[in-house]
């Protein structure tokens, strides 16, 4: 684990006194902040309700979802390690190229003109270069001619990832591999319209009973409350902060308190 200069251990100690948490509470909040590059963290911790999200002047997520109050430390708790981060070294630092390194790329790639992380993986565009670290494997695609937007994940490793273009949505491991831990050079590029991700098979219907539906409607979550969540989440799948599976599962949550 990267190590904390003086800075970030006064930072951590000072934090983990005013909000009564543990110092590795605090130590854990840190390192996710940091890997969201100090505007978004996905992270789980005991101490603040298992696990959530954060998003800088945005949705904070946390395990009990009508907690406002958890919901209002975790916002604040990210909102001043975001601006310790910004404004002094709270970390010791590390060569560049290191897993720990916030330029974990290689280096001849040079700065990527968009970069972010979600779960356990990061990535950064470049011109015509993808790179993507999965559980400290770094792999550099080719993005061909593909004009790169949003990067988002499903459940599993880079398999699963996907990245917007002007063809639509694509497997990122469709794309050639130029370097990658344990990969050789694949020439491959598939024509666009065979890149497209098949849409999931519909759920089979099922009939809800109806005592089911009256013990629903006894919930005191209002209509209205809701939807404003509902549309919360949605705006965060699309700007692949969460995925969409974690998005139809709280969907289906809040669906079910009303």
Known sequence: MQNLTQDGQHLVNSL???????????LHMLIAVNNGSGSMAQFNCPELGGGGQWMRGGMTMVGDMFNYGLKSTVDNL???????????????????????????????LGQPFSSGAQNSTRYAIFPKRLAVEVNGNVTVYDTLDNNI????????????????????????????????????????????QNNFIE?????????????????????????????????????????GAISDNEYN??????LNRI
């Open 149 to 192: 937007g949003g990067i988002s994940q499903q459940q599993g490793g880079n398999s699963s990832l996907t990245f917007s273009s002007q063809y639509g949505t694509i497997l990122v491991n469709t794309l050639p591999v130029v370097s990658g831990t344990g990969s050789a050079p694949i020439m491959r590029a598939p024509a666009p």
């Open 78 to 108: 990210c909102n001043e390690l975001a601006n310790g981060l910004a404004n002094m070294q709270v970390f010791m630092p590390l060569p560049k190229g290191s897993r720990s390194s916030n330029q974990w790329w290689p280096g001849d």
């Open 249 to 254: 599962s709280k969907k289906t949550d809040l």
């Open 199 to 239: 849409p999931p098979a519909p759920a089979p219907y099922k009939s809800t009973p109806a005592m089911q539906t009256t013990q629903n409607f006894s919930n005191t979550t209002s209509v209205d409350d809701v939807i404003q969540l509902i549309e919360k989440l949605a705006k965060l799948r699309d700007m």
């Open 16 to 26: 983990s006194s005013r909000y009564n948490l543990s110092f590795d509470a605090v």
